[in-house]
């Protein structure tokens, strides 16, 4: 998630909700929020990396429990799942937040700061949690519905394929959903207004070593090695043709070289090269492309300087893609609580990655943002707190604000899909 938002163009109300058609969040339940902006701190201050999430599952797990959820512990290592059963329909829906935190050493000095060095919530699945615990409670206290909520606490989602290990592990065989949607704070987008996007929402992420294999020898005498720096050099510049080339002018693709590592001296010719790939598309065709491309492109690249080469091409994430129906139902919800002003029908896509995308490759659904940033009085976003800070920065802070407008939105989302 270090992609900032480019300027969002206000789109027409496509929505057939009405404007503020129900609401769940009274004034007390309001009030009673300071709870979960304490718990948020809490989880905050004691961050764990993935699948060490422990402490945190623990807790949200207790906390389901005195509410008269169902919990499942275990799921996927560290995962909690939480159902609450009403009525008799057959209907499911589930809803989903993370909860590892990022192995950054955190810089805000907050009073809440993480006291675990070397680790932060640096993306805000602190307050993902929260909030979603918070609109757990009201759910069971005030909503009426008809049908099974599924709430699905993930651990791993930065790089550990925390959804692939709970699905692995029977996630939607044990607890069907019909439908899954899940939120994510944005830095740099007004707090309290939403992003949506139909189809892809969020780039496939890859990633690649390209080990090149020369002779080493004496840095007055190229003749009589094989470099294999100038050609990592000649394969870095080359790379960026296969997306200025080969890839769809209207299409997205990504291909950063972000790590080169080879020699020890300015006279010694080395006998290897490594190159750190990471390579992103919006659309499955382009991913598959670029592989095809790539390591097309490296070989030759260097058999053309007499080198032989190994490539570990390693899959990560897929592309996230909304399901159009269920964005749809979470936009009018959006409409309903917050107006035309407040809601973003058709966003930009984002080239970071999210492993929901499994999830949403098992079950339709959607995946949207919701504003971090503070606006000062004359509506303009501020620039110089936490709040707007980038995620996975160490001066990064999840702005507290979210917990009550996203938890609204979760109570209402379920009283929407599980209607009686």
């Known amino acids: 998630m270090q992609t900032v938002l480019p300027s969002l163009e206000q789109l027409p109300n496509q929505s057939t909700y009405s404007l503020n058609e129900m609401s769940y969040m009274g004034d007390a339940m309001v ?32 906390k389901l429990l005195n509410w008269g959820y169902k919990v499942h512990r275990g799921l996927g290592r560290t995962g909690v799942v939480a159902t609450l059963k009403r009525g008799n329909s057959t209907k499911t829906v589930g809803i989903r937040a993370d909860m590892d935190a990022l192995p950054i050493q955190e810089e805000t000095k907050l009073n809440w700061q993480s006291e675990r060095p070397g680790v932060m919530h640096g993306c805000g699945h602190d307050g993902h949690t929260a909030t979603l615990l918070a609109a757990a409670k009201i759910i069971a206290e005030t909503v009426e519905f008809d049908g099974t909520l599924n709430l699905i606490f993930q651990p791993a989602e930065e790089g550990g394929g925390g959804a692939l290990k709970m699905m692995e592990d029977g996630l939607f065989d044990l607890f069907p959903c019909d439908s899954i949607f899940a939120m994510h704070n944005m830095p740099g987008v007004p707090v309290g207004h939403f992003v949506f996007r139909h189809g892809s929402m969020m780039a496939s992420s890859d990633y690649a070593t390209i080990k090149l294999l020369g002779k080493g020898g004496h840095g007055a005498m190229p003749h009589l090695a094989q470099d294999p720096v100038v050609a990592a050099a000649s394969i870095i510049m080359a790379l960026q043709t296969v997306v200025a ?3 769809d002018p209207q299409q997205t693709a990504v291909v950063t070289v972000g790590a080169v590592h080879s020699g020890q001296a300015n006279n010694v010719i080395p006998a290897s090269a490594t190159l750190e790939l990471s390579i992103r598309a919006l659309d499955p065709k382009v991913r598959q492309l670029l592989e095809v491309r790539i390591k097309s492109l490296i070989t030759a690249q260097a058999q053309s300087y007499g080198l032989s080469v190994e490539i570990d091409w390693r899959a990560g994430y897929t592309v996230l893609v909304n399901n159009a129906l269920e964005t749809d139902l979470a936009t009018g919800v959006a409409l309903s609580l917050y107006g035309n002003e407040r809601v973003h029908l058709q966003g930009p896509a984002l080239t970071a990655s999210e492993d929901f995308s499994f999830m949403l490759e098992k079950i339709p659904g959607c995946y949207f943002l919701i ?50």
């Open 245 to 247: 080339r080969n890839v």
């Open 371 to 420: 504003g971090n940033t503070d606006v000062d009085s004359n509506g303009v976003v501020c620039t110089d707190s936490t709040s707007s800070c980038m995620v996975h920065n160490p001066g990064y802070d999840f702005n507290d604000k979210i917990i009550s407008i996203g938890s609204q939105y979760w109570a209402q989302l379920v009283g929407e899909y599980l209607k009686k």
């Open 31 to 62: 009030e009673r929020l300071d709870e979960f902006i304490q718990l948020r701190h809490d989880i905050h201050k004691f961050p764990e990396l993935a699948f060490d999430e422990h402490r945190t599952s623990e807790l949200v797990a207790g």
